[in-house]
């Protein structure tokens, strides 16, 4: 454990000792700087992405669509962008949150490949990829405006 011991009486300096300790330590805490950055620039640029989304998202109406406009709310919820730390740097994740005022079975998150994808029932209407496609230079450029300003 690093101390701080007063050295002489003629004259007042410092030793720090624990050096190894403290450096350890402070790699530690560098290594948990750097993962909270690249976790919050993931988050700002999956938010940009998620809201490029919520505003291409098909909106239906009644009675197919029990809840018009959920899709969107599910995307434009802060939920929607999780990321996380780990050894290696961090990753994010973009999805339908999940909205509270709706019931298990009528999430946005069980219904979103097929409005993405289509079926047998239903024709195709993506909204992620041509989301990702249309809000992946701003992305990028957020995420690395964000990292430019944490390491300057």
Known sequence: ???????????FYAIIEGGPQLARALSALDRKVRQDVAKEALTEGGRIIADAWANMAPV???????????????????????ARSSASGATAAIRPAVLSDLPDDQQ????????????????????????FDAAQRPALAAISERLTRAFR
């Open 108 to 131: 946005p998150r069980l219904y979103a490949a097929r409005l993405e994808f289509g079926d047998a029932d239903r024709d195709a209407e993506p909204s992620a990829r041509p989301a």
């Open 60 to 82: 239906g109406s009644p009675p197919e669509d029990e809840h018009p406009g959920a899709y969107r709310r599910s995307l434009s919820d802060n939920a929607s962008v999780t």
């Open 1 to 11: 454990m690093p101390t701080i011991r007063r050295a002489g009486d003629s004259k």
